[in-house]
């Protein structure tokens, strides 16, 4: 059975993340940690399913812990979900996206969406003990744009001409929905599926907004991702 790492130094709060994930799998082991030493000297030892942790740790050097753990944990062996209740969430959305964390929930936490990330980062963690050949791309990454690689054995799955676009994996499922259809284009209500949650039109026009973005800080003249309006969006060839 799995093993899997909760690093949070509010106790509560660390119980409620071992209940939703003992509520999934009532057999994996959870090991619950409190603050950053401990669970850095842990992580280089145990070969772990899946690391939860809070961006704050605690004060002085660990009010940030969760950046370093993102920094040592290789995310490709072992996802790592970062929680966090800070004001700035975009700003530290993106500082994860660039270090390659699985994903990232702002508190309070909603215990589906949590469940719902947990089963797909040990999905994902499942796929790369068995080498599964990830959907949309060949054993080499290619995809049916030839600009566009997508490898998820890689610690930055996705890249655009060579250079390494960073999407979180939430986006990274959208890009591949996208390009898997190339030219067609994709229904609102394929894309809610892809999403952890916020399932609405909204919530998916603010992904295809970072998504543009994320390729549009390589390329200036990216110009992939088109709308249909009133029915969805496509990556056009």
């Not at 090991?31 to 740790?57: G, K, M, N, Y």
């Not at 002085?60 to 370093?68: S, V």
């Not at 030839?146 to 994996?169: E, F, G, Q």
């Not at 609405?200 to 549009?216: D, G, W």
């Amino acid at each position: 059975m799995y093993t899997i790492a909760i690093i949070e130094d509010d106790q509560p709060t660390n119980d409620q993340f071992k209940g939703y994930l003992l509520s999934v799998w009532p057999d994996c082991e959870v090991q619950q940690f409190f603050a950053f030493d401990s669970a850095l000297a842990a992580i280089e030892t145990i070969d772990f399913d899946l690391v939860v942790s809070d961006l704050d740790l605690g004060s002085g050097t660990d009010r940030l812990g969760g950046i370093k753990i993102a920094k040592v944990i290789d995310s490709m062996r072992c996802p790592l979900l970062i929680v966090s209740g800070s004001p700035q969430a975009e700003v530290h959305r993106d500082v994860f996206k660039a270090l390659g964390v699985w994903d990232y929930l702002q508190k309070p936490v909603i215990e589906s969406d949590f469940v719902t990330q947990a089963k797909r980062a040990i999905g994902f963690r499942i796929a790369q003990v068995e080498i599964k050949k990830p959907r949309n791309a060949d054993v080499s990454g290619a995809t049916l744009d030839p600009n566009l690689r997508i490898d998820r054995s890689s610690r930055h799955p996705a890249s655009w001409k060579n250079v390494t676009v960073h999407l979180t994996m939430t986006e990274l499922r959208i890009v591949e929905e996208m390009v898997h259809n190339l030219n067609s284009p994709v229904p609102f209500s394929d894309f809610f599926d892809l999403l952890d949650s916020g399932r609405n039109v909204e919530t998916l026009r603010v992904h295809i907004q970072n998504i543009r973005s994320a390729f549009k800080d390589i390329d200036d003249n990216f110009d992939k991702v088109k709308s249909k309006p009133m029915f969805g969006y496509f990556w056009r060839e």
